[in-house]
């Protein structure tokens, strides 16, 4: 037993000194991430009690034995994406952002003359953290989509993998397609290597996520459930969509520019129980829009059920924000929701390299 544990001590420490917390981490390094057991946890400050909770969890659920255990089929894990494993603060979502490079930055397009003067008064507001109107927050929404209007989704899936090589707001020595918190994307390999079904269930578009994540975290892209971009056919004039015949020939498809159909709150149960037909027993979010798969997640659940709650409470490694996050502690507290600390649990958020901007 003593070989064993200098063996796996060991083991960490190679792991750590290639590639460990003292360097921003490459898309690849990322990808590269493995836990298997409750010893291959790198990122989590060695106490934490919510890691605790999370190793335990596994441990008891996937034993035969155990009271709890759970069937492998039922073994469903939901994760938001924006704030729980991927940053938000830089200084939006990175949709949000994204929208904004295109109408005030890319040369290549020209805007709406509405959306152009909207991302002109609205830019210095979202920056300095300041709330939009909600005619601005509306006019906002509806841009998402619409800035992209005629874009097939191979066209805009490389939109993004080009945004994803600018660097976040913010932060140094970090690129957008980089900005993933480390201690969750350990738990997301944890759960899959003990047979967990991991599922995204976030606000970000299905494309958006799908070009995120791909080739860096292990879900496959049919376990992704998304906010929805309105597709249309170039062709399709005023055919209405179940009548029309589709030339491969002839047409495309592209994006209609037809406002987001949203997926939070409890639009994401439905999500769960449109395209995954079980209800998780793991479920694991950051804000009030992930409040229905959170609460249905511990809604009469036939086995032991967990939801948990990162809270951007570090201002030191991340942009966090003290007032929201003794509100949302409070909220978890209140709901049952496990809180997670970046501050006090995390080791590191995206490798101690990245440092917030002065």
């Given amino acids: 037993m003593k070989k064993k544990i200098l063996a796996a001590i060991a083991a960490g420490l190679i792991a750590l000194s290639s590639f460990g917390v003292s360097n921003a981490a490459s898309r690849d390094e990322i990808a590269a991430i493995n836990v298997k057991t409750a010893a291959d946890f790198q990122f989590w400050n060695e106490n934490s009690p919510i890691l605790a909770k999370i190793v335990d969890f596994v441990e008891d659920t996937t034993n035969p034995v155990s009271k709890n255990y759970i069937p492998p089929e039922d073994r469903i894990a939901t994760f938001d994406m924006d704030g729980t494993f991927y940053c938000e603060t830089a200084p939006i979502y990175f949709q949000e952002a994204m929208f904004l490079h295109r109408v005030l930055e890319d040369k290549n397009y020209t805007a709406p003359k509405k959306y152009l003067d909207l991302a002109k008064k609205i830019r210095p507001k979202v920056y300095a953290k ?42 140094t020595n970090l690129k957008r397609g980089e900005a993933f918190y480390l201690p969750m994307v350990e738990i997301i390999s944890y759960l899959g290597n003990n047979g967990f079904k991991v599922y995204i269930d976030s606000a970000c578009s299905y ?88 609460e249905y997640t511990l809604q009469n659940n036939k086995y032991r059920a967990e939801s948990f709650f990162v809270i951007c409470d570090d201002v030191e490694r991340e942009r966090g924000n003290l007032k929201r ?28 390299k990245v440092k917030l901007s002065k």
């Fill in 130 to 171: 300041e709330k939009l109107t909600p005619k601005e927050s509306k006019m906002y929404f509806d841009g998402l989509t619409a800035a992209y209007e005629g874009m097939t989704i191979d066209e805009y899936r490389a939109y993004v993998r080009n945004f994803m090589d600018s660097s976040e707001e913010g932060f």
């Fill in 207 to 294: 494309y958006t996520t799908r070009e995120l994540i791909e080739g860096v975290i292990p879900i496959q892209s049919d376990r992704i459930l998304g906010s929805d971009f309105g597709l249309t056919s170039t062709n399709i004039g005023k055919d209405n969509p179940h009548d029309h015949f589709y030339d491969r020939f002839k047409e495309k498809i592209v994006i209609a520019g037809t406002p987001l159909k949203d997926n939070a709150k409890t639009i994401k149960i439905f999500s769960i129980l449109n395209q995954i037909g079980k209800k998780p027993v793991l479920a694991f979010g950051n804000s009030s829009g992930d409040s229905g798969m959170l």
């Fill in 325 to 352: 996050a003794e509100s949302d502690r409070n909220l978890a507290i209140k709901r049952g929701w496990n809180p997670i600390s970046m501050r006090n649990d995390f080791k590191t958020i995206y490798g101690d």
